[in-house]
């Protein structure tokens, strides 16, 4: 209990996260403080760039690809397919929202967050932890099977309200393959490996040095946006506000039971955990919002961005580190 409290203290007083919580303070004091939007869209590039560039690296120095890799990965695409209809299960049996709102919400809960696995890597090198740069393509390719999931959970409980599915089908998997989020993410994972260690000399003061920095400006940019919606939140019922806490905690139980089963280690075992048990705010957002036009934003959007990610990163962080240093081995 000790140790999973200095955890928590730890990444509550890393410098991200209080920039996260200053943007936060400054929204709610309706400061007039804001980040241009350009500049958020640089930092997010950045991110992807840095994020997907250091995994490709990474992966790159290994000898071989294992079986746990690839297991790891297969792994990933499964539980972004099953997790949205584990979260449409307990939002039809708690809830009172409707069947296509249910769908679109927990599409976003088999998808991943970028800044929340960002922030869980910020808090590997804190803690001086290693991790195998696989894991970046598990989040690369987890955004696809959760949308195509919402889709098949809308389509299959309310047909008659999304009967030009087959019309949206080729438009939506076009959007998907092609979104700029992935591609980014997936062609800097591949060019860090290709270049490899002496593409890392040549990128390390891009990459590396300014990455704290640049992620502390991104959290402040994120605190900023939340309080932006945290007016809708008036509108939740308690069941409803529950899930948003709830569901990343059964994701982490997905999450380290798969990682116990393939033998993953530590560092790996706590991101894959991460990934499973964020929630998408950026790539799933866009994609339900044109193909169930019906659904409410206004409860998918609050519920993702406003509950599960400060959670996650102020608390969940610290508590899958301490749940992945219990099962996994070093």
């Known amino acids: 209990m000790i140790e999973l409290l200095s955890f928590f203290v730890e990444n509550l007083l890393s410098p991200p996260i209080l920039f996260f919580l200053l943007g936060v303070i400054a929204g709610c004091l309706k400061s007039n403080l804001e980040i241009p939007e350009q500049i958020s869209k640089y930092l997010a590039i950045y991110l992807m760039i840095a994020i997907g560039f250091k995994g490709g690296v990474v992966i790159s120095e290994t000898t071989n690809v294992d079986n746990k890799a690839i297991l790891t990965i297969l792994a990933g695409i499964i539980a972004g397919f099953i997790?949205?209809?584990?979260?449409?299960?307990?939002?039809?049996?708690?809830?009172?929202?409707?069947?296509?709102?249910?769908?679109?919400?927990?599409?976003?809960?088999?998808?991943?967050?970028?800044?929340?696995f960002v922030t869980a890597i910020n808090f590997l090198e804190l803690?001086?932890?290693?991790?195998?740069?696989?894991?970046?393509?598990?989040l690369s390719l987890m955004e696809a099977p959760a949308i195509l999931s919402g889709i098949i959970i809308a389509y299959t409980s309310k047909q008659k309200n999304v009967?030009?599915?087959?019309?949206?089908?080729?438009?939506?998997?076009?959007?998907?393959?092609?979104?700029?989020?992935?591609?980014?993410l997936l062609g800097s994972f591949?060019?860090?490996?290709?270049?490899?260690?002496?593409?890392?000399?040549?990128?390390?003061?891009?990459?590396i040095s300014p990455f704290q920095g640049l992620l502390s400006l991104f959290l402040l940019d994120m605190g900023l946006l939340i309080t932006k919606h945290l007016a809708e939140l008036k509108e939740f019922t308690l069941k409803l506000?529950?899930?948003?806490?709830?569901?990343?905690?059964?994701?982490?139980v997905i999450g380290i039971s798969l990682s116990v089963?393939?033998?993953?280690?530590?560092?790996?075992?706590?991101?894959f955990t991460v990934l499973i048990s964020?929630?998408?705010?950026?790539?799933?957002?866009?994609?339900?919002?044109?193909?169930?036009?019906?659904?409410?934003?206004?409860?998918?959007?609050?519920?993702?961005?406003?509950?599960?990610?400060?959670?996650?990163?102020?608390?969940?962080?610290?508590?899958?580190?301490?749940l992945a240093q219990k099962f996994l081995a070093e």
């Open 127 to 138: 803690n001086s932890t290693i991790y195998s740069g696989y894991i970046i393509s598990v």
């Open 190 to 207: 591949f060019i860090g490996w290709v270049s490899g260690t002496q593409g890392m000399q040549k990128m390390d003061g891009f990459v």
């Open 83 to 116: 997790q949205p209809f584990i979260g449409y299960f307990f939002l039809k049996h708690t809830t009172r929202i409707d069947k296509l709102t249910a769908a679109a919400l927990a599409a976003h809960y088999g998808s991943v967050s970028l800044v929340t």
């Open 163 to 184: 009967d030009n599915y087959h019309k949206l089908k080729p438009f939506l998997l076009k959007e998907v393959f092609t979104n700029g989020s992935i591609l980014l």
């Open 261 to 271: 089963l393939i033998g993953l280690d530590l560092g790996t075992g706590f991101l």
């Open 278 to 322: 964020s929630a998408s705010y950026i790539v799933v957002t866009a994609a339900m919002r044109t193909s169930l036009p019906e659904a409410k934003a206004t409860i998918y959007i609050p519920m993702t961005l406003a509950v599960t990610f400060p959670f996650n990163i102020t608390l969940g962080i610290p508590f899958y580190f301490t």
């Open 241 to 252: 506000a529950l899930f948003g806490l709830y569901m990343p905690l059964i994701g982490s």
